[in-house]
């Protein structure tokens, strides 16, 4: 399994820097678990609408395991869709937080994610270092704890209907002019195409806030679809070398194929979800916030993921737009290809624009208006970039898109739209504190 | 009684499987002198990331260059000049490569030595991939200069092989270059270069008549292979080409020109076609074309280095299938690939593939190198490489790598074939790749020499024991302009038998093999003749000759002119175009829903029934529509062609009609039409589903009885009709195929009496044991114990045929007591016949036949456990297999992870999944929900009715190329004897095998007491490469007419050509 041993490394070399000192940080476990769970999302290869529920629940369940290390912390149940049930700890007893916290990410990714013996590991490094500074029965009360509260949200994640949607057929794509359909080079079949039919977390309604409409189709040279298209072809053939690096360094793509005649292998990169939570990974990082907090944001910038995602993918497939690089290709050019693979689903909205902006409306709510860097590509071999806030962070993503060749300007926009009114709503409504 | 005919078949193959005496031995280096290793250094320019060519080897060149007699040897290097070994007898070489000039180091492929220039000393020529090939002009001193740039031949493209082909029989050798594409390519959209035609000028001139013969393939060719398939004195060329780009069948038009047959002559081909060979490997005077591609031949293998691509995309073709091909040359044109049941699919990354009779028993074995440096197909490996932890610059270096043993292939009986490697002396671990054959040692026989990457070149003598066979070594002499005879045919006739060999010493991969011809002859001590069609087409007679060790030398004196034989006047002639049918499937992917379907079930249409509707006294034809598409109805008029005719089917087109039966059900004197609708589209509670019965108001207009068929709403497949219970009217039998999306629930069948024109569904009270009987695909009635009233037999999919006797209008199942149980199949047609002319009746069963991947026996069954075992809602189907007497899962971890996604989990790993058996992917034990399906034999055969039990007979073996979907027993000969004719096909299997789709029919004639000979296709006339289903045979203008069914494309009819009165 030596291959398989690069994320198990980066998660647990992660791990060793907090613990160099004792036991790590509080605030610590989280980020290391969230780092976690994004390396083993990596390694599943799972796609971002999926990725983003993954870090929904886990998130929620160290949250509901953990809250009560800082008082005034409020449970979430009856706030969330469906969410009725979450166990809570005894006022009696006495627990240790960080224990529950690490019970609960471990419980809750055990039934997530693919390759948990990833996470497992994690797990134990962090159980090792506590059970030397936590009284036995305190760490097994805690570890009880965190473990109940995981499996309450294994139960509210089941309930969700994302596991049926595994049983139903694949999408029979209907075939059109405007439709989508497979784009190259691997003309996958569509992925996740059901995910709009899973239960939104905060969202009334996947469909509660309308998406603004594609631009009207026509295969006519003159038309301002032709026009859109036209718009993603010149840019790309006259790429400035900013655009690229932009391009390049929001393509979160999870999945990159690369081709060498028989040699047929995948690149891994972070998704768009994982992405966002590591940019708010880095500013919590930076302010040190505390576990709960870090708990806090990290929670709720993964339930505007999730509903972003959601709410989008049900658009993507009721308007099951045709891609630009299969219109460019049918109408433009026929050897074009775009700058970044073209992911495989409709075009209509851009995901990424989507769920960027509802992310970063959280950590606006959080942070405020405040310059950052990302160095969250590095990894990638993409450079540091510098951003003024994040809604600039999250107009140069969606733009990125375009640059990348794989979404038209009214796509990003309207998605970008449409995920500001969701990052809104979340940070409304679900309430953490009173 | 007459004894069974299959007992010749068991004796053959035991006293074949006892032979092959035969033993290679390994010549060392240190006694050879020939110590060459294409050893390939990667680098951090040079690797499978920047050139994903780079492992694909060197080749072989075996021929006398400085004309002492004794075959010298040329090897090509990835890295390295080409080396020259001079022989010195007695297996002794000296390394002359340096003194001949030979220094270019440029990567090297292919290694040609003819004689191109006609000038006695044959020439040396070397493909390149990135530099100017080398047409080395040999001096006849023991040095070479390279004429490549003064000739025109010094091609600069990524070439594999040339290959030396007198096309327009002018008397010189003119070479075919295979080219290939640029193998640091990174995009999806790469064409390669087109293969060149050099004709040959005389006085080496050289010029490119690519474009006006007709070249046009720009697939990534690896090889090339010349021989006249069609035995027209032309010669013809098969190209394999790696990737998207088929193989191509070019067939030589005696006019400068060659037409790619290869889409109307193949029903597929290797998709990533490496080597490949031409060889007579039945003896039937044909050569069958071999090409070799890169599925693994074990379980781990199999589920670890597994290569495909998406369906969904425009490169995807379902006619390349990832296997080696096995082309038997049918005589009419048309192949029939039997590599599957000749145990040859599957040989791993196969490079060469050469054909010799290596033992001399008179038939032709086959040799297969295989091997990779590296595995490039690990999926382990390609999921462990990723570019997220910064790219790792020598990742190349940890890519897995794995030694193989060659394959050495006995061919047992012209159509099976066993790997005798091991025991031969042959099964040394190597990465192999071109090879030559030669008789080095002039004893005799073919001795082999193998390049191989990172290992030292291998040379096999050939050890031949004395097994009592014999064999004739045959050296033809040809004009000045192409001495050796190149492209010269040789047939040895002796015994009855015929030995056809070609003179084509550029076979298998990147090599060239002797030029003289080894025939093996077994027990044959008196040769009749020896005929030989040489280049120029003439033709010459040879006698007195005898077998033995030494060669035989033939020179081309007094030839005579030759033609081919004028065609037979075949038994059937086809009359298709009197009917103006077409069957459209609509598409529809099963796997969509069903992702671990062993099979479609939405192909079964169309349903076929013929009658005189309309009272013309002519009969007419129903054949029924799949989904949107309505049943036809086509009269015929009196000048025998058919119409279609208005006739009330029109407002049911939405149904999928998979069988029709004409009947007068109210007894009016008139046909009445039932419909069978089935498919795999609807679900369960669909109206689209309801079985359909149409009044006939005696001219043939038919009007819907609304609700006439009491069975619920079921996926049919069949109708069988017959007065069971002895009232004077049509009673029905209808038989449920599968339950839509649900598969392998078991749906139900249905006997319905025929009460005055009522149909009443008794199924639960006369016949219980029906209603479940299983995936039916056919019945038929028959009064199989002569007490005068109608039994049904009913055969489907994971089922024995089971056979309901009738007592008395209640029926009890006697499959058991009569001999039927335990011959679970993929049954696929039943018709009931006195074959054996005993007067009573036996029952011929069509299988999904013996050319299948995954063989099925009562000690190693296919079996299907099932369950919704991951809890999502739907059924996962779990088919396994034996592997080594462990029940292993049949589909791979990607097909599985597909429909079981949190199969991930428990198998992070594919070499996980690779140990797994049917117990570890479900370690919790299966529920009691779980069904369980089993089959134990996929042969098609005769049940002959002994007295009322039945004992199974095989049909002869060209009835196992595919599966059997037609049966129809008649007198085609007129000989007094039933005969029968067969007719089959699928294009619904699995995403990995895609097809069962060898066969081109066939007629078996009946040779007396229930046995039967396959009719070639050119004298019978029955070639039925379509996807067929059932035949019916009508009274035709004063002859008869046999209808064949079709699925998407039209009807095929045929009526005798001359019936013998």
């Known amino acids: ?434 | 009684m007459t004894p069974p005919v299959r007992v010749v078949l068991t004796v053959l193959f035991t006293t074949c499987g006892m032979a092959m005496a035969q033993e290679f031995g390994r010549i060392p280096e240190s006694v050879s002198g020939v110590r060459f290793t294409n050893r390939i250094v990667e680098t951090d320019s040079f690797n499978i990331y920047t050139d994903f060519y780079a492992y694909n080897g060197g080749g072989v060149a075996v021929g006398d260059l400085n004309n002492d007699g004794l075959p010298d040897i040329v090897f090509t290097a990835t890295q390295g000049h080409e080396r020259l070994y001079i022989n010195q007898g007695d297996f002794r070489f000296e390394d002359a490569s340096e003194r001949a000039g030979l220094t270019n180091t440029a990567i090297a492929c292919g290694a040609l030595i003819a004689d191109l220039d006609g000038d006695g000393f044959r020439d040396l020529y070397i493909c390149r991939r990135y530099k100017p090939n080398s047409y080395y002009h040999n001096n006849g001193d023991g040095t070479f200069t390279d004429l490549g740039a003064s000739t025109g031949l010094g091609l600069l493209m990524p070439t594999t092989m040339a290959v030396p082909i007198d096309y327009d029989r002018d008397g010189d050798l003119d070479l075919y270059v295979v080219t290939n594409g640029d193998p640091r390519r990174e995009g999806y959209l790469n064409p390669g270069y087109c293969d060149r035609l050099f004709r040959n000028d005389g006085g080496n001139r050289w010029t490119d008549v690519t474009d006006q013969a007709g070249i046009k393939d720009t697939g990534y060719g690896l090889s090339a292979i010349v021989g006249d398939v069609n035995d027209d004195g032309w010669p013809d060329i098969y190209v394999a080409n790696d990737f998207e780009a088929r193989d191509i069948l070019y067939i030589n038009d005696g006019k400068g020109r060659f037409d790619d047959a290869a889409t109307r002559s193949l029903q597929h081909m290797s998709q990533f076609s490496m080597g490949s060979e031409m060889a007579d490997m039945n003896n039937d005077g044909l050569l069958d074309i071999i090409s070799v591609d890169m599925l693994p031949r074990t379980h781990d293998r199999r589920m670890t280095q597994s290569s495909g691509m998406s369906i969904y995309g425009p490169f995807f073709d379902s006619t390349q299938r990832i296997m080696n091909t096995l082309q038997l040359n049918r005589g009419n044109g048309m192949f029939s690939n039997i590599a599957y049941l000749a145990g040859i699919a599957a040989t791993d990354w196969s490079w060469s593939v050469l054909a010799a009779d290596v033992d001399h028993d008179g038939l032709q074995d086959l040799f297969i190198t295989n091997g990779t440096k590296r595995d490039m197909t690990d999926q382990d490996y390609a999921y462990s490489v990723t570019t997220k932890n910064t790219p790792k610059a020598r990742q190349y270096l940890n890519m897995p790598g794995v030694r193989l043993p060659n394959f050495l292939f006995r061919n047992r009986d012209g159509y099976h074939f066993t790997d005798v490697a091991q025991r031969s002396g042959m099964g040394d671990s190597a990465v192999s790749n071109g090879a030559a054959m030669a008789d080095l040692d002039g004893d005799g026989d073919v001795d082999f020499i193998i390049n191989n990457t990172d290992t030292v070149a291998f040379i096999y003598r050939n050890d031949l024991k004395d097994s009592g066979n014999t064999a004739l070594s045959l050296r033809l002499v040809g004009t000045s302009g192409n001495r050796d005879a190149i492209g010269a045919r040789a047939t040895v006739y002796a015994d009855g038998k015929r030995f056809v060999r070609e003179v084509q010493p550029v076979r298998g991969y990147q090599s060239t093999s002797t030029t003289d011809l080894h025939i093996g002859l077994g027990r044959i001590r008196v040769i009749d003749s020896v005929v030989v069609r040489w280049p120029d087409g003439t033709q010459s007679s040879h006698t007195g000759i005898s077998p033995g060790r030494n060669l035989v030398t033939l020179t081309r004196e007094s030839p005579r002119p030759w033609a081919p034989a004028a065609a037979e006047r075949p038994l059937l002639r086809s009359v298709s175009s009197v009917l103006p049918a077409v069957h459209r499937e609509n598409f529809y992917d099963d796997f969509k829903r069903e992702r671990l379907l062993p099979y479609r079930n939405s192909q079964r249409g169309p349903g076929i029934a013929a009658g005189d509707v309309n009272g013309d006294g002519l009969h007419d034809i129903i054949l029924t529509g799949s989904k949107f598409n309505a049943s036809m109805l086509y009269l015929q008029r009196t000048d025998g062609s058919f119409e279609a005719a208005p006739s009330g089917f029109e407002q049911e087109a939405d149904a999928e009609d998979v069988d029709v039966a004409l009947l007068d059900i109210d007894r009016d004197g008139d046909l009445d039409a039932l419909f069978v609708s089935g498919g795999n589209e609807f679900d369960g509670d669909e109206a689209e589903l309801a079985d359909r019965l149409y009044r006939n108001n005696g001219k043939g207009r038919f009007t819907l009885v609304p609700n006439a068929v009491p069975n619920g709403l079921q996926s049919g497949s069949c109708i069988a009709t017959a007065d069971y219970d002895r009232d004077g009217d049509v009673d029905v039998f209808i038989g449920g195929m599968t339950v839509p999306g649900e598969f392998p629930r078991i749906p139900r069948s249905y006997l319905l009496r025929n009460d005055k024109g009522t149909l009443v569904d008794v199924t639960s009270t006369a016949a219980s044991a029906l209603s479940n009987v299983g995936m039916n695909t056919s019945a038929a009635w028959a009064d199989y114990d002569r007490d005068g009233d109608a039994d049904l037999v009913v055969v489907g999919k994971w089922m024995t045929p089971r056979l309901f006797r009738n007592d008395r209008g209640t029926f009890v199942d006697v499959t058991s007591a009569v001999g039927l149980g335990g011959f679970q199949g993929w049954w696929t047609s039943v018709a009931a016949a006195d074959i054996d002319a005993d007067g009573d009746q036996d029952i011929v069963c069509g299988n999904l036949g013996e050319n299948c991947r995954y063989p099925a026996s009562p000690e190693a069954p296919i079996e299907i456990v099932c369950a919704d075992f991951d809890d999502n809602g739907s059924l996962d189907p779990i088919m396994t297999y034996d592997v080594d007497g462990r029940r292993k899962p049949v589909r791979t971890r990607m097909t599985l992870t597909q429909h079981m996604p949190t199969m991930q989990r428990k198998f992070p790993l594919h070499t996980q999944y690779a140990a797994a058996t049917v117990n570890d992917l479900i370690p919790e034990g299966f529920p009691d929900s779980v069904l369980r399906l089993r089959a134990t034999t996929f042969t098609s055969g005769v049940f002959r009715n002994n007295g009322g039990t039945f004992v199974f007979e095989a049909l002869p073996i060209e009835a196992q190329f595919a599966p059997v979907y037609g049966i129809l027993a008649d007198d085609v000969d007129g000989d007094g004897r039933t005969d029968l004719l067969l007719a089959g096909n699928s294009k619904g299997a699995d995403g990995d095998i895609l097809g069962y789709d060898a066969g081109i029919g066939c007629m078996l004639r009946s040779i007396g007491g229930g046995a039967f000979a396959a009719v070639p296709p050119a004298t019978s006339g029955w070639s039925l490469p379509e996807t067929c289903r059932r035949i019916v045979r009508i009274p035709w203008r004063n002859a008869l007419l046999y209808v064949v069914a079709v699925n998407s494309g039209r009807p095929r009819l045929f009526t005798k050509t001359d019936i013998r009165q």
């Open chain 1, 1 to 434: 399994m030596k291959h398989l041993l690069s994320s198990l490394l980066v998660v647990l070399a992660l791990a060793a820097g907090s613990l160099r000192a004792g036991v790590p940080d509080s605030a610590d476990i989280v980020h290391q678990w969230n780092r976690a769970v994004i390396e083993v999302i990596m390694e599943d290869g799972f796609g971002p609408p999926i990725a983003a529920r993954i870090h929904a629940y886990t998130n929620l369940a160290a949250y509901e395991a953990g809250r009560h290390a800082t008082p005034g912390y409020k449970t979430l149940v009856g706030q969330l869709n469906g969410f009725k049930d979450c166990p809570l700890p005894d006022a009696s007893k006495t627990y240790d937080w960080r224990v529950a916290v690490v019970a609960a990410f471990q419980q809750a990714s055990s039934k997530l994610l693919y390759r948990i013996y990833i996470t497992d590991s994690l797990a134990k490094v962090h159980f090792g270092a506590l059970e030397k500074v936590v009284d036995k029965d305190v760490f097994d009360r805690s570890k009880a704890f965190g473990i109940a509260v995981g499996k309450a949200i294994n139960a509210y994640a089941k309930s969700d209907g994302y596991a049926r949607t595994q049983g139903l057929p694949d999408w029979e794509w209907p075939k059109c002019d405007s439709c989508w359909e497979p784009t190259p080079p691997n003309f996958a079949k569509p992925l996740s195409p059901y995910c709009g039919r899973v239960r939104t977390i905060a969202l009334k309604s996947v469909d509660q806030f309308a998406l603004e409409a594609p631009i009207l189709f026509s295969k006519n040279r003159s038309s301002d679809f032709f026009k859109a298209a036209m718009e993603v072809y010149n840019i790309s053939k006259n790429m400035t070398a900013d655009q690229k690096e932009i391009a390049n360094f929001w393509n979160d793509n999870p999945v990159l194929t690369n081709y060498r005649g028989h040699f047929v292998y995948n690149s891994r990169q972070i998704s768009p979800g994982g992405h966002w939570l590591n940019i708010a990974r880095q500013i919590m990082v930076e302010d040190k916030v505390s576990m709960v907090k870090a708990l806090e944001i990290s929670s709720m910038v993964s339930f505007a993921l999730f509903d972003g995602f959601t709410a989008c993918w049900d658009q993507k497939f009721k308007h099951n737009l045709i891609r630009p690089v299969t219109y460019i290709n049918n109408l433009i050019d026929k050897k074009w290809e775009p700058l970044l693979q073209t992911p495989p689903f409709p075009e209509h909205a851009s995901g990424h624009s989507t769920i960027t902006a509802a992310a970063a409306e959280v950590l606006q709510h959080h942070f405020g208006d405040r310059p950052f860097s990302d160095s969250t590509e590095v990894l990638f071999g993409w450079p540091v970039r510098r951003f003024a806030n994040f809604r600039a962070a999250a107009d140069e993503a969606s733009i990125s898109r375009v640059y990348g060749g794989i979404h038209y300007r009214r796509g990003c926009d309207a998605g970008n739209e449409h995920g500001k009114k969701i990052g809104k709503y979340v940070v409304a409504t679900v309430r953490y504190r009173d």
